[in-house]
């Protein structure tokens, strides 16, 4: 079989062997389509062409390698050309270090494009990998010890080129920046680890102004904005058709608790709605 030849690229796919050429040949056909290349914005094409250049010609790990990098890279730009990206959210209760076999296996059932992990409560300094992502944390100031906290977001490999962390100086909230193609907006992302109800009133407040504060400012430069994580919170029933819009119906009923009084708060200011209970 032949290579397939990208537009605006100079790949050549010299010394692979046959079998990892032939990988490459089925991957790229599956994923690279005519459309899909000729509407990707030329900044993601070079960036992409890079990688695969450099893949092939590198004469290091051997053409299996070169296979999975051209499979991401082929991966990288069908996902962020339209944007069709996949998020996963879990609390793991603390000890991330030591729970790494089950964030792979959670992550590879669900094909995660990003994942976020809350209560991680990671040490300063503590170093891990999850196979398949990158890792964005918080500055070390900001890490939460084993108290209780921490959050972290998981990048799979075909999307970090695109991610990059923004500065935030709260405590366990955690926004990256994942950028837009074609002229599409960039995807703001939020990891966040709201206070318990325990705690006192003007902290609870402080944290949520934070929060709101950053997604009000990005949605109203023109970006998307999406929170993911354990805000502690229960949004009860929806108290008019305006808040039915903003947190849904099929949501936990009942009453509102404190935390989900300023989650509401936070989605009417910044003009969001509440996914999970659409």
């Known amino acids: 079989p032949t290579s397939p030849e990208i537009p605006g690229s ?3 796919p010299i010394a692979i062997d046959d079998e990892a050429r032939e990988e490459i040949d089925v991957e790229a056909r599956e994923v690279i389509d005519v459309e899909a290349r000729e509407v990707i914005d030329a900044e993601a094409r070079e960036e992409i062409d890079g990688g695969i250049r450099e893949a092939v010609e590198d004469d290091g790990k051997g053409g299996r390698r070169k296979a999975r990098e051209l ?4 991966e990288c730009l069908r996902k962020v050309d339209h944007l069709r990206l996949k998020m996963g959210s879990i609390n793991i209760n603390g000890n991330l270090k030591d729970k790494i076999a089950e964030v792979e296996e959670y992550a590879y059932r669900g094909r995660f494009d990003m994942m976020a992990i809350q209560e991680a409560r990671l040490k300063v ?3 891990f990998a999850v196979k398949g992502y990158k890792a964005f944390l918080q500055s070390k100031e900001m890490q939460s010890g084993t108290s209780r906290g921490g959050v972290v977001l998981l ?3 075909h999307l970090a080129a695109f991610v990059s962390k923004e500065t935030c ?6 926004w990256v920046r994942v950028s837009g193609s ?9 990891c966040a680890y709201m206070l318990q109800e325990s705690e006192s009133k003007e902290d609870r407040a402080a944290a949520f102004d934070s929060l709101k504060e950053r997604a009000v400012r990005y949605v109203e430069k023109g970006h998307d904005v999406l929170i993911l994580g354990d805000l502690n919170a229960k949004l009860g029933s929806p108290e008019c058709l305006e808040e039915e819009r903003r947190i849904g119906k099929h949501g936990e009923q009942g009453n509102r608790s404190s935390n989900g009084s300023l989650v509401v708060q936070m989605l009417q200011e910044a003009n969001l709605i509440n996914v999970g209970g659409q």
């Open 125 to 127: 300094g503590d170093k």
């Open 182 to 190: 074609k002229g599409n907006p960039a995807l703001l992302v939020c």
């Open 169 to 174: 100086t709260t405590k366990d909230q955690l």
């Open 155 to 157: 990048v799979a490999n």
């Open 10 to 12: 100079r790949f050549n």
């Open 71 to 74: 499979r991401a890279a082929a």
